[in-house]
Structures are given as structure tokens and as C-alpha cells.
């Protein structure tokens, strides 16, 4: 929980900073965001497993810099981990996140962009499970994952005059989930902004 307010004052803090060296005549904005997760590992630098399906939602405030330029922080609740099928059935990790990217934007256009940044994420809940197909020998284990994901997000998108936002981001992960095996998170995000 002091990992939460942590996270939740420096969201606060980042967009009040924005908000202070917006000089331009764009203004800043406040919205809730949300989508689809596309989510996967990589263990060891190897090839990444299967894919997890679920979905991320959240608030963000986005402040411009100048003209062109603009500074976003975001708090989201991200659903993530990954799948893989085998003919015994399948094996599902699921890995749910509390996610705090902070991403700098480049209009390309009036409505085209461009962004990067850093993320840092706390864990919020882990669970895998094993489908046998045949109800006797499904598992499901909890397990504690490290507290603290850390990685970079490389994305684009479309912002409507109205205010409503396209984007499609890859989250490259950092941090190791476990002390194990040197496994990383990896998760497209395809999302969805309104400004309120």
C-alpha cells in the first residue's frame, strides 16, 4: 500500500510539473484510458512464449512542453504474464500490475505522435494455473513474483481535436519477475483515451 501512494504522489507531482512549464497555446489534459493487453515473457534473452490476453485501464494527464513536445504520466492497472499450450493442456501465468509510465511525446502533426519513456510497475497479484483439459489435474498455485517491474515503452498514436485518443505501445521489460531464469515482461498495449 505505501508502494501505491508512493507511485500515486508522483503521478501528482510529474503533471503538476507539466502543468507549470506549459507556455504554448496547447493546453494540458486530464482523461481515463484503457484496452487490450497483448502480453508475453522472455526468459533468458530467448524467444518470447505464448501470448496472455487481457487488458489495462487507468487515468492520465498529459501536459505539453512546448508547441510539439509534450510530457504524460499515467497510472494503470495492467493486466499481463503469459500462456503456453502444450498437447497436456495449458499453462497460464497471470501477472496483474499497478504501471506508472511516464512518456514524452512528439507531435509529428497536430494530431500525429510519437513517445518513449521509462515505466516502473508494482505487483499486485500473481497466479499460474495449469488446464488439463480434464478437471482432476488442473492446478493453480500463487506464487510471489518481485515486487517491482521496471522497463521502457516505445509507442504511437492519433489524437482527435475532440479529444479522444488512439495509440499502440510495447512495453519492454527490465526488471526480472523472479530471481530465476531471468524472466521479463514484453506486452503490446493497444488503447483507447478520453479526456474529461
Same mark, same amino acid.
Given at each position: 500500500?505505501?508502494?501505491?501512494?508512493?507511485?500515486?504522489?508522483?503521478?501528482?507531482?510529474?503533471?503538476?510539473?507539466?502543468?507549470?512549464?506549459?507556455?504554448?497555446?496547447?493546453?494540458?489534459?486530464?482523461?481515463?484510458?484503457?484496452?487490450?493487453?497483448?502480453?508475453?515473457?522472455?526468459?533468458?534473452?530467448?524467444?518470447?512464449?505464448?501470448?496472455?490476453?487481457?487488458?489495462?485501464?487507468?487515468?492520465?494527464?498529459?501536459?505539453?512542453?512546448?508547441?510539439?513536445?509534450?510530457?504524460?504520466?499515467?497510472?494503470?492497472?495492467?493486466?499481463?504474464?503469459?500462456?503456453?499450450?502444450? +498437447?497436456? &493442456? =495449458?499453462?497460464?501465468?497471470?501477472?496483474?500490475? $499497478?504501471? @506508472?509510465?511516464?512518456?514524452?511525446?512528439?507531435? %509529428?502533426? !497536430?494530431?500525429?505522435?510519437?513517445?518513449?519513456?521509462?515505466?516502473?510497475?508494482?505487483?499486485?497479484?500473481?497466479?499460474?494455473?495449469?488446464?488439463?483439459?480434464?478437471?482432476?489435474?488442473?492446478?493453480?498455485?500463487?506464487?510471489?513474483?518481485?515486487?517491482?517491474?521496471?522497463?521502457? +515503452?516505445? &509507442? =504511437?498514436?492519433?489524437?482527435?481535436?475532440?479529444? $479522444?485518443? @488512439?495509440?499502440?505501445?510495447?512495453?519492454?521489460? %527490465?526488471? !526480472?519477475?523472479?530471481?530465476?531464469?531471468?524472466?521479463?515482461?514484453?506486452?503490446?498495449?493497444?488503447?483507447?483515451?478520453?479526456?474529461?
Amino acid at each position: 500500500m505505501k508502494n501505491v501512494i508512493l507511485m500515486l504522489g508522483l503521478f501528482l507531482m510529474a503533471f503538476q510539473v507539466g502543468n507549470a512549464q506549459d507556455t504554448t497555446t496547447r493546453t494540458g489534459n486530464f482523461g481515463i484510458k484503457g484496452g487490450y493487453n497483448l502480453a508475453a515473457v522472455n526468459f533468458d534473452g530467448d524467444a518470447d512464449t505464448g501470448n496472455r490476453s487481457g487488458f489495462h485501464v487507468g487515468v492520465y494527464g498529459e501536459s505539453f512542453l512546448n508547441q510539439n513536445i509534450a510530457l504524460q504520466v499515467e497510472l494503470l492497472y495492467s493486466q499481463q504474464g503469459y500462456e503456453i499450450e502444450t +498437447n497436456s &493442456g =495449458t499453462f497460464t501465468q497471470k501477472l496483474n500490475y $499497478i504501471n @506508472l509510465p511516464l512518456m514524452l511525446k512528439g507531435y %509529428l502533426s !497536430d494530431n500525429f505522435f510519437l513517445e518513449v519513456g521509462p515505466q516502473i510497475g508494482v505487483a499486485i497479484s500473481h497466479k499460474e494455473e495449469f488446464d488439463s483439459n480434464f478437471d482432476l489435474f488442473d492446478t493453480s498455485e500463487e506464487f510471489d513474483p518481485n515486487s517491482f517491474d521496471y522497463g521502457a +515503452n516505445f &509507442g =504511437t498514436g492519433f489524437r482527435t481535436d475532440s479529444g $479522444i485518443t @488512439l495509440s499502440a505501445r510495447y512495453h519492454l521489460g %527490465l526488471g !526480472d519477475i523472479y530471481d530465476d531464469g531471468s524472466p521479463k515482461n514484453r506486452v503490446w498495449l493497444f488503447s483507447v483515451g478520453f479526456d474529461l
